[in-house]
Nanobody
């Protein structure tokens, strides 16, 4: 059973930075897609940043130029570097990895951006 463990969330002031980590219990190269989603209070979960196994990336318009997804294959870890954070970035951030019809989610990590 594949597990994803996220870390790095917390409280930060607007304009600050945070780096989220997602460590997988399996080889991340076995996944076609890996990335981050978020869910703000009262809102639907949305995709934030996605990376393919070929390292192609895609970002939500709201985070382009501020967030960067990356990976460390040796550590089976995917990262989300978040900069110039805004109060509207406040949400629970979830790591997700998928291949075909199989997907696995992390437990989520809370990011709170104060104004």
């Amino acid at each position: 059973q594949v597990r994803l463990v996220e870390s790095g969330g917390g409280l930060v002031q607007a304009g600050g930075s945070l780096r989220l980590s997602c460590e997988a219990s399996a080889n991340i190269l076995s996944f076609a897609l890996m990335g981050w989603h978020r869910q703000a209070p009262g809102k639907q979960r949305e995709s934030v940043a996605v990376m393919t196994s070929a390292s192609t990336t895609n970002y939500a318009d709201s985070v382009k130029g501020r967030f960067t997804v990356s990976r460390d294959i040796a550590k089976n870890t995917v990262y989300l570097q978040m900069s110039s954070l805004k109060p509207e970035d406040t949400a629970v951030y979830y790591c997700r990895m998928a291949r075909g019809s199989f997907e696995v989610w992390g437990q989520g990590t809370l990011v709170t951006v104060s104004s």
